[in-house]
């Protein structure tokens, strides 16, 4: 049998760490058979959101190295863990489609893994993520999230806390609440708002359509949202996926990722924020992360976000009412 090799490899140029692995083939569905849905090998039956080991993960609490450290090529192994959320008995759909009920279930279980693998000794920082639609390569169209848990804080999130911190040390007040006030008086790029939680198109958005969703109580982390807080964040992850939906008319591919406070760091700064990133700058052009983004890590952004939010407020409209045809009632405002 093939070995396999979960690793971490130093990039000592970036100062940050690659996830190695080898023998991650792809599970051998046959045609028609989704592995997330009821009563499939691994799900059983009797669930309403259930998370499941990766079957093939990139990091594993058993890795092994295919190799010993060499001076600043430094090798260590990719000790961690990779978890599926599956988040309704549903196959088909987007986090819009499922009912609100289900939904604070899906949030309860992420802050549940999130606690559970954060006290692992050698775990830093877990990250939820969910990545939705073809064109970021998601081939299972039956609704789940991942959760990574990695033995380092990653460089997105450590440079944010770095800035968290700066801020903070330095106005004696939180950057994003900050933000969140900044947002609320130029107006603008508002987009929904609940009392939980508030949806925008942010000032310096990298990506056209990008949207983040800030607490509105300075918190660290899902575990500490209140059950009134936990309906308001499902409720703006109803609206705003119904939003991207009703933007072009199709399903919208997009990335969205939690950031929480990490694990072994008394973080008091961290201010939980969820950030989607959708891949189109227009209905039939995606907008790539190209030379310039990768080579320079300088994003450019087509447009004036002032003017893309205009945008997504259009598509809000029409979504909250496609919404409460649908039964739903809304828990918060759309700005306009
Ligand atoms: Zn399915
Ligand atoms: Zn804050
Ligand atoms: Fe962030």
Not at 27 to 39: H, K, M, N
Not at 134 to 162: C, D, K, N, W
Not at 179 to 184: F, G, M, P
Not at 209 to 238: C, P, Q, T
Request: net charge neutral.
């Amino acid at each position: 049998m093939e070995e396999i090799y979960n690793e971490l490899r130093w990039n000592p140029l970036l100062g940050s760490w690659i996830i190695v692995s080898s023998g991650r083939k792809r599970r051998p569905w046959r045609r028609g058979e989704c592995p997330f849905c009821p009563g499939s090998p691994e799900t059983g039956y009797g669930w309403e959101v259930l998370t499941l080991d990766n079957r093939y993960p990139a990091l594993r609490p058993d890795a092994k190295i295919s190799r010993e450290s060499n001076d600043v090529y430094k090798v260590e192994p990719g000790y961690g863990y990779c978890k599926v959320v599956v988040e309704t008995p549903m196959h088909e759909g987007d986090l819009c489609d499922i009912p609100l009920e289900t939904l604070v279930k899906y949030l309860r279980e992420l802050a549940r893994v999130t606690e559970e693998l954060c006290k692992d000794a050698s775990i830093q920082y877990v990250i939820p993520f969910r990545n939705k639609g073809e064109e970021i390569g998601v081939s299972l169209t039956h609704p789940h999230s991942q959760v990574y848990a990695l033995p380092f804080i990653p460089p997105r999130v450590a440079v944010e806390m770095r800035n968290m911190e700066k801020y903070w040390r330095d106005k004696g007040e939180c950057l994003l609440c900050h933000i969140l006030r900044l947002e609320r008086e130029e107006g603008s790029r508002l987009l929904y708002v609940n009392k939980g939680f508030t949806a925008f198109l942010p000032f310096f958005a990298m990506w056209p359509y990008e949207v983040h969703i800030y607490a509105n109580r300075h918190v660290g982390k899902l575990a500490e949202l209140s059950s009134e807080e936990l309906l308001d964040l499902a409720d703006s992850l109803k609206v705003v996926t119904a939003m991207y939906n009703n933007l072009f008319g199709f399903s919208l591919p997009y990335m969205l990722i939690f950031h929480q406070r990490p694990c072994k760091v008394e973080a008091e700064y961290f201010h939980l924020h969820l950030e989607f990133y959708p891949v189109h700058r227009e209905k039939d052009k995606l907008k790539y992360a190209a030379g310039i983004e990768w080579g320079a890590w300088t994003f450019t952004y087509d447009a004036l976000p002032e003017e893309k939010a205009c945008e997504l407020r259009a598509a809000l409209k029409r979504a909250i009412n496609a919404l409460k045809n649908g039964g739903y009632d809304p828990r918060g405002k759309p700005i306009s």
